[in-house]
């Protein structure tokens, strides 16, 4: 196996959780095909298990969403403890469309598992809602893993997607550290202007790293 073969499947199994992430390797690659057009997918028992986590909590966030909502991803990591072996689900009303990524829907919500049992539940802000969950890692060094987002956003030919990097906070809340823009950008089809194409990888190197790469038009 090529260096850059074994490169873009650990990234993958990064993004779905397989394997924790650790520093100096590549978190996240925009220029791995199959990565960008993964879709998160469920079983009935899946959503079972959130379901009955989102009715059992209490607040009027989770409820709100308990009766009808899709999950957008998730990751393993250590989210309410340090050491703590945990998964973390994004839990949305709905899939978020590229064309209109601030539609008037409930605030998602990051629902924290402990195998079957709920470990928490953490109301992201308001106003966006996400594509897809592809990540968690530890980004400053204190134990607890961060969550990656995704956004994408589609006009008049171009495609953007960035990410949004939330920590859980104590008080179930979720607090975006840090916003990377663009790590997927394509023009190609863009009617008026500049036509390109560009990918970046994330990499954790003493905080988050990002390097963009040029893929060109066909």
């Known amino acids: 196996m090529n260096p850059r073969t074994s490169k873009l499947i650990l990234a993958a199994a990064l993004a779905l959780g397989i394997l924790p992430a650790r520093a100096d390797e590549t978190l996240l690659d925009y220029r791995d095909a199959a990565f960008l057009a993964g879709s998160p997918y469920y079983s009935a028992a899946d959503s079972r298990m959130i379901e009955a986590a989102l009715a059992a909590a209490p607040g009027d966030a989770a409820k709100r969403l308990a009766d009808d909502f899709v999950l957008r991803g998730d990751a393993a990591g250590s989210f309410s403890t340090a050491g703590a072996q945990e998964r973390v689900y994004l839990v949305q009303a709905e899939a978020a469309v590229a064309i209109d990524p601030?539609?008037?829907a409930p605030p998602p919500l990051l629902v924290v598992m402990r195998g079957t049992d709920a470990a928490g539940i953490h109301v992201l802000p308001d106003g966006v809602q996400y594509q897809r969950l592809v990540a968690a890692a530890d980004t400053d060094g204190?134990?607890?893993?961060?969550?990656?987002?995704?956004t994408s956003f589609m006009n008049m030919g171009q495609t953007s997607m960035s990410l949004d990097v939330a920590a859980?906070?104590?008080?179930g809340g979720a607090r975006i550290v840090e916003s990377v823009t663009e790590v997927y950008y394509d023009g190609c089809d863009n009617p008026a202007g500049a036509r390109e194409r560009k990918a970046?990888?994330?990499s954790l190197h003493d905080g988050i790293q990002v390097e963009w790469f040029e893929e060109g038009c066909p």
């Open 168 to 171: 859980l906070l104590a008080d």
């Open 142 to 150: 204190d134990g607890l893993d961060e969550v990656f987002l995704e």
């Open 200 to 202: 970046a990888t994330i």
């Open 102 to 104: 601030f539609p008037d």
